[in-house]
């Protein structure tokens, strides 16, 4: 697949999202306890693919304010859980689409070619955020770094999923954001049938690297608590399995 430097540079959007990120800075510092763990292990640049947990719409935003790098983002056209001001941030921003219900050639040759300038690429694995507990992944990550080959930094997003319910309630959040160490890359080539059967195990390994990154209770399909693993039963089925975005 063809990388296109010119339609793709990186990183884009300099000024914009460096005015975004203090607006989000702001917004969080002002209403709730932020905390980052873990920021020694962010590496100095890419390429890099930046994973973690998807249980509400403000974890893009959180993302955003706690890696220190102008990243690209990796995310569906609509986000139906997500209130429109934060629609429209994602729309000024300037996310990679995903067109869910089909496979999209321009968003590989989007992501490939940000990782191919030492990029950093942001992607929530599980597709999306209908549920508070670690679900399996979605294809497309596993492909993506067996593909490129970029080394992977896992990330724990933890309370953002009740941050309006403590606001509402007059309480101030508190959030956390705990930062693993890389991992990768993956010497897998996708165009032998052979090695397409470890990307399952690829898309496995990364979310067990997020799961050790979040409070036992919320770890889900990936818990070692077999009670955890059975209340998880049924958050698998993707909400948007038979949507067609064009």
Known sequence: MKIDIQKYPYPRRRVLRGLLKNLINM???TT????????????????LLVVGNH????????VIQSTPWRLDFLGGTKAPNSPQ???WLRHVYGIVPVFRG??????????????????????????GSWASVLRPPRPGVAFLAARTGAKILPIGLEGFENYMQRLKAGKRPKVIVRVGKPFGPFNVDVRTREDRVK????GDEIMRHISELLPADKRGFYSDDPLIRAAAKGTEIYPWENMQEA
């Open 32 to 47: 709730s306890d932020f905390k980052i763990i873990g920021k020694e292990n962010f590496p100095k640049e890419g390429p």
């Open 102 to 127: 089909s496979v999209s050639r321009e968003t590989f040759i989007a992501s490939e070619s940000i990782l191919a300038q030492k990029g950093v690429l942001a992607i929530f694995p599980e597709g």
């Open 199 to 202: 990307l399952d195990e690829i």
């Open 85 to 87: 001001t934060v629609n």
């Open 55 to 62: 249980f509400s719409f403000l974890d893009p935003l959180a």
């Open 27 to 29: 917004l969080f510092y």
